[in-house]
């Protein structure tokens, strides 16, 4: 109440901007009602979960345990759990914000409309991610309840880690709808795939980093989903230390280049 008096102007304007934003996200909200919507949801968090009781179980009793960087050993599965963690709210993110974002640029033409009223590029880029972080969001809860029902991290651990998905989301979320504006056709989504897939691969998911000759291991270090990885690992084995610090800035710093690369290219398409 003080700080609306003292600053009425500026609390006017950060209200108008978070309603922009949030009725961007609304409109994603209804049309989701549809159930076939819901079934593709589905679809995003079963791979993950595939992946973890195939590899993460079954591959995991003829590999034994895994050594983390503090020197702990933990299960395979507890390794890998964390990882398709950090891809599920990837791939939660990168759906709604890399497809399903280009559509709505490209042919169905919503933003045209969007941007006809007071609402900004920039208020359009943070409501797609708010969406965006939902669907990860909830790939990521549901996930973290078969982690703790597996044994595979701690329920207090779980609550600990969910946050941290958001940013996870929030960060490929953005990366993706900054690149999505780049694309000139649905062909060009081939790059992104491959990408996708490679990351899942090869960002520390089923093995440490150190596996790997020395200039894959800085490749792997320096690619956005093995921060991700490297800081869930932390949270969900119990093992936070100083580096999940360079990990969250790391984050931020993706989400912040992304979104900011999404508006300002959304501002040259549609207001030309």
């Known amino acids: 109440m003080v700080t609306t008096l003292i600053f009425p102007r500026a609390m006017s304007r950060l209200d108008h901007r978070a309603s922009g934003a949030l009725s961007v996200t609304a409109r994603n909200l209804a049309a989701a009602r549809h159930a076939a919507y819901w079934w593709v949801l589905l679809s995003g968090f079963v791979e993950p979960l595939l992946?973890?009781?195939?590899?993460?179980?079954?591959?995991?009793?003829?590999v034994g345990d895994i050594a983390l960087p503090d020197g702990r050993l933990v299960t395979y599965a507890q390794f890998v759990a964390p990882a398709m963690l950090a891809a599920s709210a990837m791939n939660g993110a990168l759906a709604e914000t890399t497809m399903n974002f280009y559509g709505k640029l490209k042919f169905m033409r919503i933003y045209d409309a969007t941007l006809a009223t007071p609402i900004t590029p920039m208020q359009v880029s943070v409501g797609e991610l708010i969406w965006a972080m939902c669907r990860g969001g909830v790939y990521s809860a549901v996930f973290l309840v078969v982690m703790a029902a597996l044994d595979l991290t701690t329920w207090?651990?779980?609550?600990?880690?969910?946050?941290?998905?958001?940013?996870?989301?929030?960060?490929?979320?953005?990366?993706?709808?900054?690149?999505?504006?780049?694309?000139?056709?649905?062909?060009?989504?081939?790059?992104?795939?491959?990408?996708?897939?490679?990351?899942?691969?090869?960002s520390g998911t089923f093995s440490p980093p150190s596996d790997f000759p020395v200039p894959l291991q800085i490749l792997i270090e320096v690619t956005p989903l093995y921060h991700g990885v490297a800081l869930l690992r932390a949270i969900t084995t119990g093992s936070p230390d100083w580096t999940v610090l360079w990990h969250v800035a790391y984050l931020v710093a993706l989400a912040v280049a992304g979104l900011t690369m999404a508006s300002r290219r959304m501002g040259v398409l549609l207001l030309k």
């Open 156 to 202: 207090g651990w779980a609550l600990v880690a969910l946050p941290v998905t958001l940013l996870v989301g929030f960060a490929f979320g953005a990366l993706g709808m900054g690149l999505s504006t780049l694309l000139r056709s649905w062909q060009d989504f081939d790059y992104i795939n491959v990408t996708q897939f490679g990351l899942f691969l090869f």
């Open 51 to 62: 992946y973890l009781l195939s590899i993460g179980v079954g591959v995991g009793r003829l």
